[in-house]
């Protein structure tokens, strides 16, 4: 709790981007690490779980780190390919992913600090990852259509990353004190197992675990299935009490606007809710105008209410997918009362005017999010038994 920085009378006016209407006071926020850019690569999945991983660090008392993102997708990358030649090449060798990827490699190869291992061994200062991966995907065919797996071909598979990405160290010095990479997760004493995603949809039992189908789950895990309003109560419940929220959810739709610092997702049809103004200006426009006219971002609208069957008629439509990954660091409100999630994105600072964060609105993440990772004591109580979580 001693981490909390609240701040009930700060006013945060949205003046540049988002028009003159936005004011949003803060309710809560998290300490976290500084915003970082995953750039041309589609790692979303492992910045947005290291700054959620460097949070817990920062929460626990374990000082403030800067851990290497490369060095976790790399090791999903080789564990991929296992996978897809396993599965005779239907497997997922796609640069995304889920949280729980990142702590599925903690527990098998470890961790390393950025200045260890950057994850560039190119002319570039910033990551890039589509040779890399035509590469890794070509040389994934020729096991398949052999039938094994020479020696040569794991040589192979070494060197295009080293050359890419640079060799892994057996050891280094980090602060004085010598590591490898799995002792360095170990000093640092967070327990993989201690952390849980939650979902919520109506094609499985509340309350039971579940495969979630979407593609990027290509480890086949487990998710906890919870109510719409229980899931809301986790991210509400861990970010008011000092955790932090891993958050995997849909920013196709033309209500996100990482320009504008929000996401939005606007009840443009239910238009007697807007003013006399606008609803008679809309009244003769047809969808498209009607969307162009909302998101302009220039002051709230009234948003959808979404249901559990909105939400899941959302998801088994295919117009919600699980296409990005973030870090929910607070918590804020409008001059209407409604409630935005502060988030922290990793497509660096020179993208918006917000620090490279935005804003996203209860009705949003009800509607858009597919799943969040907490620690397990962010849970509320009575939801933790439920789930039979010890």
């Known amino acids: 709790m001693k981490k909390i920085i609240t701040a009930a009378a700060s006013i945060l006016v949205c003046a540049t981007a988002m028009g003159q209407g936005y004011e949003f006071t803060e309710v809560v926020t998290v300490p976290v690490t500084s915003v970082k850019n995953q750039a041309s690569t589609g790692t979303c999945w492992c910045f947005a779980t290291t700054s959620f991983i460097e949070a817990e660090l920062m929460r626990q008392g374990k000082g403030e780190h800067d851990l290497s993102e490369m060095y976790v997708v790399r090791n999903k990358y080789l564990n991929q ?48 990852h589509g040779e890399l991966t035509a590469y890794m995907s070509a040389i994934a065919e020729v096991p398949i259509k052999q039938k094994k797996r020479s020696a040569q071909y794991d040589e192979l598979v070494t060197s295009l990353f080293d050359i890419y990405m640079g060799e892994v160290p057996e050891t280094f ?7 490898t990479p799995k002792s360095f997760a170990e000093s640092l004493g967070l327990n993989p197992d201690d952390y849980v995603e939650i979902t919520s949809f109506t094609h499985h039992p509340y309350y039971e675990q579940f495969e979630l189908e979407i593609p990027d789950n290509w480890e086949h895990e487990d998710y906890y299935n919870v109510p719409l309003d229980d899931m809301m109560a986790v991210i509400d419940n861990a970010l008011m009490n000092g955790y932090t929220v891993a958050w995997d959810g849909d920013v196709s739709e033309r209500g996100f606007s990482f320009r504008n610092g929000a996401a939005i997702n606007p009840d443009v049809q239910n238009l007697n809710r807007y ?24 002051k709230p609208y009234p948003e959808i209410e979404v249901t559990p069957e909105v939400r899941q008629n959302g998801f088994e439509t295919f117009v919600t997918t699980d296409d990005h990954l973030m870090h929910l660091t607070g918590i804020v409100k409008d001059q209407n009362g409604t409630k935005y999630y502060r988030t922290k994105n990793s497509w660096g600072t020179d993208r918006n005017t917000h620090g490279g964060y935005l804003n996203m609105s209860d009705s949003f993440v009800r509607a858009k999010t597919m799943a969040v990772m907490v620690h397990k004591d962010a849970l509320p109580k009575d939801l933790r038994k439920k789930l039979g979580i010890k």
């Open 275 to 298: 003013s006399a103004e606008d609803s008679t200006e809309m009244a003769g426009m047809d969808e498209k105008a009607r969307l162009e006219k909302v998101f302009k971002f220039d």
């Open 173 to 179: 010095n980090y602060k004085g004190k010598q590591y």
């Open 81 to 128: 390919l296992e996978d897809n030649y396993l599965r005779r090449g239907r497997g997922n060798i796609g640069q995304g992913s889920v949280a729980h990827t990142y702590l599925n490699v903690w527990r098998k190869a470890g961790i390393v600090p950025e200045e260890v291992y950057s994850g560039i061994n190119y002319d570039s200062d910033r990551h890039n």
